[in-house]
């Protein structure tokens, strides 16, 4: 029976990285702040460029009340602007979030039923949606800090 090794590396160089390692992970504040700024700007783009990928189109029925009310030609989720000045990000320690206080904000990410008696079928229109891009940033962001 053969006897174990064992292999000690003693680097200064590695111990280092390793423990600024654990003190850049004490504080993940300035990380979760540039993830939520991404999150913001990914939802920005979202509203301009009406999804990505594209949302669906308005049903006819909504852009001849919307002609008739004179908010068409218009962009979709935005008779107003309230829905996309709701969302707000927030970001602490250990976390970066995004999302709306409105009412209404989710049957619109989601799509699902609606008004009266739940008889309007609303589509889905994701604004809180990354993209790959995004997601990419993300990465890029955290393999920053890191360094």
Do not use: C
């Not at 174990?4 to 600024?20: A, F, H, Y």
């Not at 699902?112 to 790959?132: C, F, H, M, W």
């Amino acid at each position: 029976m053969s006897n174990p090794i064992e292999i000690k590396i003693d680097n200064k160089e590695v111990k280092s990285r390793l423990l600024d390692l654990a003190q850049r992970s004490e504080n993940l504040r300035p990380l979760m702040k540039n993830i939520a700024g991404i999150f913001a700007y990914s939802t920005e783009e979202n509203f301009k460029e009406e999804g990505r990928p594209k949302w669906e189109n308005l049903k006819d029925s909504t852009i001849k009340q919307r002609t008739k009310n004179k908010q068409w030609p218009g962009m979709i989720l935005q008779v107003s602007g309230q829905l996309a000045s709701s969302v707000n990000t927030y970001y602490d320690n250990d976390s970066a979030i995004i999302g709306s206080n409105l009412e209404y904000a989710a049957i619109h990410q989601l799509g699902g039923q609606a008004g009266r008696n739940k008889s309007v079928e609303i589509p889905s229109r994701p604004y809180l949606n990354l993209t790959d891009d995004d997601f990419e940033e993300i990465m890029n962001s955290i393999n920053d800090y890191l360094k």
